[in-house]
Structures are given as structure tokens and as C-alpha cells.
T-cell receptor
């Protein structure tokens, strides 16, 4: 069974600094997708970034980027120039290509210190 | 475009009562998902539909839970009778099937069973 592990229950960073959230996954599939979702206190689930496994290039969305290491089954999220609005729970998620079920990690709570 | 719309946003009811949660997916999305989020278990997929047909209900905790999708624009999750351990945030999400399209989440319903 596919599993997603986020080993950092909590992280904190100073405003304007850079922080990296870790995610590893276990799969025997070769075709899959990876996602990071953000859940602020308002409890919305907001897509931050996505990555196709067949793409070697790491996805980037403004201040958010990933470090996708397929062989190591690692998918970390880097947030540059952290802002107070980045404070949230961050969930890593995995989906097999052609399937629809998302498997979520347990989440990392990110605190931004002013 | 409107996102996934869930109602109610909050629900407080007494044990034993019937609870109905509602969801309107994004127009054109073929897949609809119901999740439950708790501190202890994180995000759990309860059931998902494709073209209004239930595909996988293996996450539905017990017979007290039922879900329907009578048409492409409406789904319900019903709990009867409700119990205090059903207290959680329930999310509905929808997606289109192509490629790396992510699931789009509603704002969730916070359910409290007294």
C-alpha cells in the first residue's frame, strides 16, 4: 500500500527566511503525481504545488518550490521569503496515475515568527 | 468559477439525530470525494464517485454512514444515527480525470455531536 510520511509534526521559521518541509512516500508505481496542500486556520484546503513523477524538472510556484528526488522517494517543499500568511498546516499527498485516490501525509504545522 | 460548495459550514446536534451534509462540486468535474478530518486520524477518504456512481466506499466507517449523488451537481453524506465520535470536519472535493488535475476542496463542515 502506498504511504506518505511527513516526519516533522511542527516547524517554525522567522519571517523572510526560507524553510523546507519534508515528505517521503512509498510506492512501487512509476506513474504518479505528488501534491502539497496548505490548510490555514480557516480550514480551507488550498493546493500549493503539484509535480508529475515523469518530469525531472522541479515544480515552482512563485515562492514555493519542490525538491523531487524520485529514486529516494522524497518530495520536499521549500518556502522562500516566508510570510505571516504562510502559517498553516501543510499536507503532502500522492496519487497513482490513472487513479483518483489521494493518500495524505499526517501534516506539518508551520509557524512564522515575526 | 465557483469552487466546491458545502453546507452547512457548522453543524451541532445531539447524539442519535440524523445529520445530512451537502456538496455541490465544480461544474464539469467527474469525480467527487468525501473526506473526514480528525486530529487522531488525519484526513481519511470515506467514499468517492465517478459520474455519479460510487466507486470506492471502503473508507465509510460503518452502516450509519451513507452517501448519494443523485446528479452531477449534488451529493449528500448522511449519518444516522449520529454519535459523538463522528465529530470531525467533513470535506467534499471534486476533480476532473485528466492528467495531474488536483482535487479542489470545499470549505468543509465542522460537525459536533453532543
Amino acid at each position: 500500500a502506498q504511504t506518505v510520511t511527513q516526519s516533522q509534526p511542527e516547524m517554525s521559521v522567522q519571517e523572510a527566511e526560507t524553510v523546507t518541509l519534508s515528505c517521503t512516500y512509498d510506492t512501487s508505481e512509476s506513474d504518479y503525481y505528488l501534491f502539497w496542500y496548505k490548510q490555514p486556520p480557516s480550514r480551507q484546503m488550498i493546493l500549493v504545488i503539484r509535480q508529475e513523477a515523469y518530469k525531472q524538472q522541479n515544480a515552482t510556484e512563485n515562492r514555493f518550490s519542490v525538491n523531487f528526488q524520485k529514486a529516494a522517494k522524497s518530495f520536499s517543499l521549500k518556502i522562500s521569503d516566508s510570510q505571516l500568511g504562510d502559517a498553516a498546516m501543510y499536507f503532502c499527498a500522492y496519487r497513482v496515475g490513472g487513479a483518483q485516490k489521494l493518500v495524505f501525509g499526517q501534516g506539518t504545522r508551520l509557524t512564522i515568527n515575526p | 468559477d465557483a469552487g466546491v460548495i458545502q453546507s452547512p459550514r457548522h453543524e451541532v446536534t445531539e447524539m442519535g439525530q440524523e445529520v445530512t451534509l451537502r456538496c455541490k462540486p465544480i461544474s464539469g468535474h467527474d469525480y467527487l470525494f468525501w473526506y473526514r478530518q480528525t486530529m487522531m486520524r488525519g484526513l481519511e477518504l470515506l467514499i468517492y464517485f465517478n459520474n455519479n456512481v460510487p466507486i470506492d466506499d471502503s473508507g465509510m466507517p460503518e452502516d450509519r454512514f451513507s452517501a448519494k449523488m443523485p446528479n452531477a451537481s449534488f451529493s449528500t453524506l448522511k449519518i444516522q444515527p449520529s454519535e459523538p465520535r463522528d465529530s470531525a470536519v467533513y470535506f467534499c472535493a471534486s476533480s476532473s480525470p485528466t492528467g495531474v488535475q488536483p482535487q479542489h476542496f470545499g470549505d468543509g463542515t465542522r460537525l459536533s455531536i453532543l
